[in-house]
């Protein structure tokens, strides 16, 4: 079974809002990742978890706050967002924490800010 | 910087046609190269992996090649089909333990 879930799907919020988004996996995967994907672009890097630590933050603004609780779930809490923030938000997790695995990827939350 | 390019941007075929998506990448220094396939507002599927000691990887009716001192990968597809129809995205995996993607090519198959 190579599935990541991501929840919700859709999510509409306001600018003055806090919200979660979530991913989970149960593939015994050990670097799990976030990304923004804006539309007719490739998706971009936004933090990078391994063995349940932040191991890498490309320069994210703090109005996004990952957390890692344990090996199989991964979250993202929003706070404060800005319309420029609307986008498809995918989750995805690799095979090991080496770099020659294999990316699986969530079926990703559709984020609007209003 | 890594900076990976997929052309076409975009490609119209019939159906039944085999056709070539291409990938170039500036720095040879990879691990690996992944291909994916992504639906409109779908998150993305992985076709295939290919490790950086290896030449080519298949699966079914896809065929992806690498050439890491050229800086090239192909992603080959027999017998297309309308279901086929999605982008393709290219990424090559490095030292950082990031995926660089490539900007994407639309592929619409038509009946």
């Known amino acids: 079974d190579t599935e990541v879930t991501q929840t919700p799907k859709h999510l509409v919020m306001g600018m003055t809002n806090k919200k979660s988004l979530k991913c989970e996996q149960h593939?015994?995967?050990?670097?799990m990742y976030w990304y923004k994907q804006k539309a007719k672009k490739p998706p971009e890097l936004m933090f990078v978890?391994?063995?349940?630590?932040?191991?890498i933050n490309e320069s994210v603004p703090s109005r996004f706050s990952p957390e890692c609780p344990n090996s199989s779930l991964l979250n993202l809490h929003l706070h404060a967002l800005q319309p420029e923030d609307s986008a498809l938000y995918l989750c995805?997790?690799?095979?090991?924490?080496?770099?020659?695995?294999?990316?699986?990827f969530g079926p990703g939350t559709r984020l609007t800010v209003l | 910087k890594q900076e990976v390019t997929q052309i076409p941007a975009a490609l119209s075929v019939p159906e039944g046609e085999n056709l070539v998506l291409n990938c170039s990448f500036t720095?040879?220094?990879?691990?690996?190269l992944q291909w994916f396939r992504q639906d409109p507002g779908k998150g993305l599927t992985s076709l295939l992996l290919?490790?950086?000691?290896?030449r080519e990887q298949t699966s079914g009716r896809l065929n992806a090649s690498l050439d890491k001192s050229s800086g090239r990968s192909t992603l080959y597809i027999a017998a297309s089909q309308p279901g086929d129809s999605a982008t393709y995205l290219c990424?090559?995996?490095?030292?950082?333990?990031?995926?660089?993607f490539g900007t994407g090519t639309l592929l619409a198959v038509q009946p």
């Open positions: 995805a997790s690799k095979t090991g924490t080496g770099y020659n695995n294999e990316q699986f």
């Open positions: 593939m015994g995967h050990r670097a």
């Open positions: 978890y391994s063995y349940e630590k932040l191991s």
């Open positions: 720095d040879s220094a990879i691990y690996n």
């Open positions: 290919i490790q950086s000691s290896q």
């Open positions: 990424a090559v995996g490095g030292a950082t333990n990031k995926l660089i």
